[in-house]
Nanobody, 116 residues
């Protein structure tokens, strides 16, 4: 069973930065996508950033120009660099790794809180 673990969340002031990391407990062969999602209290989970096997990146409009997704293939790790954070970015951030058979592996989430 693959376990996905996020880290790097925390409390930061508005305008600050955080870098989230997500790794799998073992190598996942043929990854289709690696993505970051977030869920704020009372809201639906939303896609924040997605990176596919071809290197294409997609971001929700709300984070474009401020967040950047990247991966380290050798480590099976995906990162989310978050700059110019706003209070509305506060949420639990989840990592999801999807393999070529479209199986989703979710992490347990990491809390990001941005104070004004």
């Amino acid at each position: 069973q693959v376990q996905v673990v996020e880290s790097g969340g925390g409390l930061v002031q508005a305008g600050g930065s955080l870098r989230l990391s997500c790794g799998a407990s073992r190598i996942i062969v043929s990854i289709a996508t690696m993505g970051w999602y977030r869920q704020a209290p009372g809201k639906q989970r939303e896609l924040v950033a997605l990176l596919d096997s071809g290197g294409r990146r997609n971001y929700t409009e709300r984070v474009k120009g401020r967040f950047a997704i990247s991966r380290d293939n050798a480590k099976n790790t995906v990162y989310l660099q978050m700059d110019s954070l706003k209070p509305e970015d506060s949420a639990v951030y989840y990592c999801c790794i999807t393999d070529a058979r479209w199986r989703n592996y979710w992490g347990q989430g990491t809390q990001v809180t941005v104070s004004s």
